[in-house]
């Protein structure tokens, strides 16, 4: 590549600035039409809840025996989903991944919105939502559901700190270039979370500091979320349940649907807002391979966990297998088997499906196969009995239905909103990362000439002046 | 709760007691008579053997059934509690035995209960319970792991929370920019006012509480109800008191008033309720595991109440003094309605 025939940082950085503000600016038709659609499946989803708050659980189809549903399901997708974000954020970000800085907004808004959004399935799930607060009066830090509290509250605000600390001198962008054309709300929320930015060498050692530390202590942070997720299945003596590798096959299946969430969230937002420049087929073909590698790895747990539990097959577990492999679950569980973790593989496998439709469709499968995950181990666990009685029969009702609809309703809402918001794209970074990859050829092609030693060139951490 | 059948089997037992007593009267050998050996004081959580010599004059008694029980209280009920029954040896010696559970025994009390139709005195004492000892009912299983506790966890979640009010920190700095040079970029637009960075400080400030709520959530731990049974309090141990009858009046509505109101469904659905057919008939009648669904099965109000008065197969029976008429045909309303509401 000719440095010289390369487009001015400045008019690249203008371009990118001007196409990442026009969501905030333009809004088009379609954008009303997806914000009500929304509103209504929420609304809805509310008035289930409302019936629900009034006759109690019993509206949905959970008893005694199956006492877990869909609810705990959605809890465990979602909060399985927000790994999306943080961990593929902070692991791209730890390993100085060079292509990262256009997905990783995004990924930290799932986290942040998904977090909220599972954890609301937890008070959903309670028949006596008033009683939330006894989890802190009378938790004991024994019971793995208040490990589960702990987590997630540190979660939450960890996630929280780590979207909105790189995002600061982006706001502080949209402040300055935003001024005036967008209403008075929006205005005052640029202008009090930019932080009075004005990009001095103090203020970007700070937020240098505060990203550093965050990324770090978002990894083991997110692993234990999911990790103690799992346990409040793996904690209790139930067929199905009762294994050691919960913890890992949660997390894995945490990133595996958190990185297919990204991927769809990416390709709309691509598409809606025209940033087919900036988020190339390259990003899809990357995340593709890591969603094929989980994919992967997601097989071998699977084959690890039922291999060694159906070897030895203890009392019940034949009842748990039967279900599973064979009787009422086998749709879904071969489903989840063939189409959520084979396919995805042989799409990345061959290079003609290895293109954006491809890695889509993959990400669409993995996300269903990993929703149809969560659920078969909630209900089928429940389902095998624990004493001689028939075992009993679970489907969602409409209630039910309703309010999981609303859950994805207000998952999507959120982003529709953030989007009209918040700046989508991490601008400094990009800019950042091209200006690197940039000085980054620039000194290769000066050692090619011989007019630059190799030592002296390389990874030069700040921007050569090559750039007109 | 004592299930009926059981109630039954205790009143005949004392019945036939009475009769028993009535028949032998006085007639038998006032001679024979209990000596018991006993520890002074104990633990909870001891192993404790109680000496019971029987003897007639001076010879021993062989094959002598007798009985060791001790005062509890349970929930302002105040009876006799068997701890252990054993035969005399041809000493005329019976070794009782029991695990101290309770914190205080009351008055300890060996009785003779035959062979005989005899009218023995029976021999009554007092075991202290020294303070301290076992926990009750906490089972001794688990590797007690020093240093792997509360403590630990709090240190472990402290780091951590400690990182993220340094991180939140650090937004607190940028709000501050005093000094150094504005570095020049193609991001920043010209002209910019000083804003405000009180959200910083908002930041910072939450999670800082959040830390030192989660510290103190943590810190507190309640206890939980094994543990509130240390010395004679919550006892899990199922006691069936002797000699008493427990007619079930039903948990009992804190308002009864709010089941009679006009609207006989709405009654009957609290009855159905307060009486327990829930616990076994399922909510709302759809049937449980024990007992079958009767939304909307039930017939009419004469069948439906033989069977609730007589308690088919392993059904409590349900007699009038119980559950009266009214609320009885309030129950057989809503069951009808059930059925036809949820289709």
Redesign the interface.
């Known amino acids: 590549m000719d440095p010289m025939k390369v487009e001015s940082t400045h008019d690249w950085t203008e371009r990118l600035i001007r196409d990442t503000t026009r969501p905030v600016l333009k809004t088009t038709p379609i954008y009303w039409i997806w914000l009500a659609f929304l509103v209504i499946v929420f609304g809805w989803g509310l008035y289930a809840y409302s019936l629900q708050l009034r006759e109690g659980l019993l509206v949905t189809a959970m008893r005694d025996r199956i006492s877990w549903g869909l609810y705990i399901s959605a809890f465990v997708f979602f909060i399985g989903i927000s790994h999306a974000g943080t961990l593929i954020s902070a692991i791209l970000r730890a390993s100085k991944a060079k292509w990262r800085a256009p997905v990783t907004r995004m990924a930290e808004f799932i986290t942040a919105v998904a977090l909220i959004t599972g954890a609301m399935f937890v008070v959903i799930d309670l028949g006596r939502p008033d009683r939330f607060f006894n989890v802190y009066v009378f938790g004991r830090w024994q019971s793995p559901i208040m490990w589960d509290v702990m987590a997630i509250t540190t979660y939450l605000v960890a996630s929280i700190l780590y979207l909105y600390t790189p995002m600061i001198p982006d706001l502080a962008l949209f402040r300055d270039r935003l001024k005036n054309k967008v209403g008075f709300f929006r205005e005052w929320i640029y202008e009090t979370a930019a932080l009075d930015w004005l990009g001095t060498s103090d203020q970007k050692h700070a937020l240098g500091r505060g990203i550093t530390v965050l990324m770090i202590i978002i990894i083991p942070i997110a692993v234990s979320v999911h990790t103690v997720v799992s346990w409040i299945f793996g904690m209790t003596l139930r067929v199905g349940w009762n294994t050691s590798i919960f913890g890992v096959l949660f997390v894995a299946g945490a990133i595996f649907s958190g990185i297919a969430t990204l991927v769809i969230v990416m390709a709309i937002l691509r598409k809606a807002f025209h940033w087919e420049e900036y988020i190339t087929e390259l990003h899809f073909r990357y995340l593709g391979y890591l969603l094929a590698i989980f994919a992967v790895i997601m097989v071998y747990f699977n084959v690890s966990e039922f291999l060694t539990v159906g070897f030895k097959l203890e009392e019940g577990e034949e009842f748990a297998f039967r279900q599973l492999f064979l009787e009422d679950f086998a749709g879904p569980f071969w489903f989840y088997i063939v189409l959520g973790l084979v396919v995805p593989v042989l799409i990345m496998v061959f290079p003609k499906t290895r293109s954006i439709p491809g890695v889509i469709t993959a990400a669409v499968l993995v996300d269903l196969a990993m929703f149809i995950e969560r659920y078969f181990i909630v209900v089928t666990g429940l389902r095998v009995p624990l004493m001689p009685y028939e075992p009993a029969d679970y489907f969602p009702t409409w209630q039910e239905w309703s309010i999981f609809a609303a859950g994805l309703a207000f998952f999507a809402l959120m982003i529709t909103i953030a989007v009209k918001v918040f700046p989508m794209l991490a601008v400094w970074e990009m800019v950042e990362e091209r200006e690197d990859r940039l000085a980054n050829h620039l000194g290769k092609e000066l050692v090619a000439n011989g007019s630059l030693d190799a030592a002296g060139s390389a990874h030069n951490s700040e921007p050569t002046g090559g750039v007109p | 709760m004592i299930r009926k059948g059981a109630v039954r089997g205790t009143t005949a037992v004392a019945a036939s007691v009475i009769v028993f007593a009535l028949l032998a009267g006085t007639a038998a050998a006032a001679d024979t008579s209990i000596a018991v050996g006993a520890p002074d004081s104990v633990a909870v959580g001891d192993r404790v053997a109680v000496k019971a010599v029987v003897t007639s004059g001076d010879a021993p008694v062989e094959g002598a059934i007798v009985e060791l029980t001790y005062q509890a209280s349970f929930g302002g009920i105040t009876r006799r509690v068997e701890l252990d029954r054993e035969s005399t040896d041809a000493n005329g010696v019976a070794l009782l035995e029991y695990e101290q559970r309770a914190a205080d025994n009351g008055e300890m009390r060996v009785a003779y209960l035959g062979p005989d139709d005899i009218d023995v005195e029976p021999f009554t004492f007092t075991i202290g319970v020294a303070p301290g000892g076992k926990p009750q009912y906490i089972p001794e299983a688990g590797v007690d792991i020093p240093g792997l506790n509360?403590i630990l966890?709090m240190i472990v979640?402290g780091l951590?929370?400690l990182?993220?009010a340094?991180?939140?920190i650090?937004?607190v700095?940028?709000?501050?920019?005093?000094?150094?040079?504005?570095?020049e970029?193609?991001?920043?637009?010209?002209g910019?006012e000083?804003?405000?960075?009180?959200?910083?400080m908002i930041?910072a400030m939450?999670?800082i509480i959040?830390a030192v709520g989660?510290m103190f959530?943590?810190s507190r731990?309640?206890l939980?109800q094994a543990e509130t049974g240390m010395t004679g309090g919550y006892n899990r141990t199922p006691i069936g008191y002797l000699e008493v009858e427990y007619p079930y009046l039903g948990p009992g509505l804190e308002d009864p008033s709010i089941a009679d109101t006009e609207d006989l469904l709405g009654d009957g659905r609290l009855i159905y309720f307060e009486y327990g057919c829930s616990g076994c008939h399922?909510?709302?009648g759809?049937g449980?595991?024990v007992a079958p669904e009767l939304a909307g099965k039930v017939g009419s109000i004469g069948g439906f109440a033989e069977d609730v008065r007589d308690g088919p197969r392993n059904m409590p029976s349900y007699e009038p003094v119980v559950l009266s008429d009214e609320d009885l045909a309030k129950i057989h309303a809503y069951l009808r309605e059930a059925g036809d509401k949820d289709g």
């Open positions: 509360g966890v979640i951590v929370w990182l993220l340094y991180a939140a650090q937004l700095l940028v709000g501050r920019r005093t000094s150094g040079p504005t570095t970029s193609y991001l920043r637009g010209e910019s000083a804003g405000s960075a009180w959200l910083s930041l939450t999670v959040t989660m959530v943590l731990n309640p939980n399922g909510v709302n759809a449980g595991v």
